[in-house]
């Protein structure tokens, strides 16, 4: 909590207000690579690598990977590559359970290691639910199980972080009065690693 001083999350909140009709549809990925929309499983806008936000954030982030390592029983990694997205969720936005990197699937984000999400509001924003829920990773054989699960509270300037390969979802948002500032906002992303070719 209180991941960001003031001033740092002034500028990423009028990033957002300057940028917000400028964000797109929110697409997922499939298991063979391909981007599409997929109105059943994902609706938000995003938008992608801000330099003006990703120059000072990155290196918030990478100070934090090798406490991630042991914290999350995860091999340790030099990581490759941080990709950072801006996601705004308004009235009835949502993703459903999904995991962020796949070890059966190979495809562009199998490199993908560590998730981050920072949740920030513009002075006055106001919304309901859009909780996110992390599901146990720790289940039978290493496996996911929906039985057992921690809500988090989308709470203003929290930062969480995970394994990506943890089963997670976005609960729907409520923020029926239509004002942008009440939409729930994400800086999020991904700490990747090195891709290793199959042979």
């Avoid at 300057?18 to 549809?25: G, K, P, T, Y």
């Avoid at 995970?162 to 239509?178: I, M, N, T, Y």
């Avoid at 500032?181 to 199959?198: P, S």
């Amino acid at each position: 909590d209180d991941f960001l001083a003031a001033e740092r999350k002034a500028v990423v909140v009028d990033w957002l207000m300057e940028h917000a009709a400028d964000l797109i549809e929110a697409s997922v990925v499939k298991a063979d690579g391909t981007r599409t929309l997929d109105g059943d499983s994902r609706s938000a806008r995003v938008g992608f690598e801000p330099p003006e936000i990703k120059s000072w954030f990155q290196p918030l982030i990478e100070a934090l990977v090798p406490r991630c390592f042991s914290a999350f029983g995860i091999e340790r990694f030099a990581p490759e590559q941080y990709e950072l997205h801006v996601t705004a969720s308004y009235h009835g936005d949502f993703y459903t359970a999904h995991r962020d990197y796949v070890p059966e699937h190979d495809n562009q984000v199998q490199t993908r290691r560590i998730t981050y999400v920072y949740y920030f509001r513009p002075p006055g924003g106001a919304f309901e639910e859009g909780h996110l829920r992390l599901y146990d990773w720790q289940g039978a054989e290493g496996g996911a199980t929906r039985q057992r699960f921690t809500t988090i509270l989308p709470k203003d300037n929290r930062l969480v972080l995970f394994p990506s390969h943890a089963l997670h979802e976005v609960c729907r948002v409520k923020a029926p009065s239509g004002r942008v500032e009440d939409g729930r906002f994400t800086l999020n992303g991904w700490v990747h690693r090195k891709r290793v070719r199959k042979a």
